[in-house]
């Protein structure tokens, strides 16, 4: 065996010249030998053994085979021996404690950069400063402000909203003149035409690399310039005063965001977290708008659980002013006294995977006793029913919610009930205790470029408005995605009621018919007909960057009680109509930053809608172009 141990005492040998060799051109202190050893031709090589049948025989031949390595050679002195071919070099003794591994890589040519968002620019790439497709040191991709600190970012975000709209909604003729001289009509004229046009500018700085956490801190800033200009045919439906005639043009500017957001600590390696928002900010209890979507003031506490598995809220809010033409935060007047108070968990894949299930408890205090009128001289607070006495309420609203897909099914669901007192209400002129609830579903399948929706909402209503029961569902501030959401003609388009239009039978962008002076600054009211929904709808993918979509609902009211009780008239029919729509959404460069939107939407008044606003009304509709560009 002699001749095998030759045989690997020449491999090692050869194996840790070559390592010595590539660690001296990388790093020297990679590995040092023991022993400065001179390099020879063919160095380290032996007398091939391979030749089994020479293998203990006498001779040069076997010799030359299989000589033992002697005391000598194991010193790594190098010499020749009586019928040795060629000089042999032999290793001393390697102390493995005193080896190091070779260096992984070779040493190659590399660019010195101060960080890796300049990587781009450093190789010569300069993009110009209105280019938001690329790196932009205005869209938070390059650090800035280095002075004031390292890792932060700028970004600015600007959005064109245009809208161009037509509509016929049943309008009130003005108690004190009618433009038509010998009319009797309580309704008049109902064509009325909206020019709108938003600016909105975002400003936001936020420190930390955010690809895999939330950022250290967020500072935001979003003010928003409205102007609007609107002509209807019926004097007094515009503002209080009739005199001040048809058209109505103004502009506005409001402040939809401003807060401050700090992260307080990651909860595990894989950036679970908790983190605090304070200012106003955008907030959406559910995942279709159905109890509160709203820009409040407020403090949140939120994060997540369990490799973002589990996500909560813990929030107070207290609700802004709002500019009555344009909708926006009024940050000039005190803020409202109705405060709201959030917690709620969502579920990542529960109860199957691909479906997130929330639940929520949502408690509504509104203390708000003194009138308030709105922008155009209306009253507001409180609504134009009953005495006209203020009242105060407290409601809690327990909810699920659900959204995500079962196999190829996709569901999104909610479910709310709403309990509380009403100290007085208006209509009832006595204290009530409010129960009431609402349930929406939408079930829908996708066929290759094909969706089809079914939906379905039943919103409870009040048998009887003058006992000591609240039975009707109203929400806080809605702004539903749902049946069609603001293509619908009865959730885009407010229908005003009573009060020379003071009460609404509901409001703009608003499914509830809740009888509340206004979505926006009223008080919610549960004392109403609710509101029964099924329909179906389909969206059509005709090209990547076109959708187009339809959809036909039919409504009902769960109860008319309260209507009869306001109108003083016997309504015999539940039925408000059926509702059909038609819209397509265009995105001409494939992308965000263009948007163009447009819809056709008719109410087909049923017998009950009928005996409301009279039967000469017709058929409503709503006709709708709005493009929207974002830089």
Partial sequence: MSHLRSLGLAVVSALLLSGAAQAQISSPAYFQPAQSIQPAT???????????????KEGPAAERAAEPVT??????????RPGRIRPVVILPPIDPSQVSPPAPHLPRESISIPDRWRLIQTLGFKFPWYDPYNQNALKGDLPVLHKLGHELFFNLGVISDTLVELRRVPTPVAGQVSIRPGANDIYGGNKQRIFGQNLITSFSLQK???????????LKFVPVLNYTNVSVAEAGALRANPALGKRRTDNYLGVQELFGDLHLRNVS????????RIGIQPFTNDFRGFLFQDVPFGVRVFGNRSNNEYQYNL???????KDTNSGLNNVSKKFRDDDVFVSNLYRQDFPVKGFTSQVSVVHNRNREVKAHFDTNGILVRPALLGDLQPHRYRVTYLGYSGDGHFDRWNLSTSAYLATGTDDRNPLAQRQQS??????????SRDFSWVRVRGNLLLSTGDKNPYDGKATGFDSILENPQFAGSDSSYFIRQGLPLIGGGGVALSARNGIQASLRSSKDEGQSNFVNPGLKLIGIGADFDLRPEVRVFTNVSHLRFAETASLAALRNQSIMSDSLGIDYSVGFHWRPFFNQNMIINGSV???????????LYGANQGSLYSVLLNSVLSF
Avoid: Y
């Fill in 315 to 321: 929030a107070w809010f207290r609700r802004l002013e």
């Fill in 71 to 80: 005391p000598e050679e194991q010193t790594g002195v190098i010499r020749e």
């Fill in 601 to 611: 939407a008719v109410l087909k008044p049923g017998d009950g809608l009928k005996a």
């Fill in 42 to 56: 063919d160095l380290g090589k032996r007398p091939r053994a391979s030749e089994d049948e020479n293998i203990g």
């Fill in 434 to 443: 409010i129960r009431a609830g609402m349930f929406a579903s939408e079930l």
């Fill in 208 to 218: 930390g690399d955010t690809t895999f956490r939330p950022p250290d801190f967020e």
């Fill in 269 to 276: 390696d894989r950036f679970d977290f908790d983190s605090v």
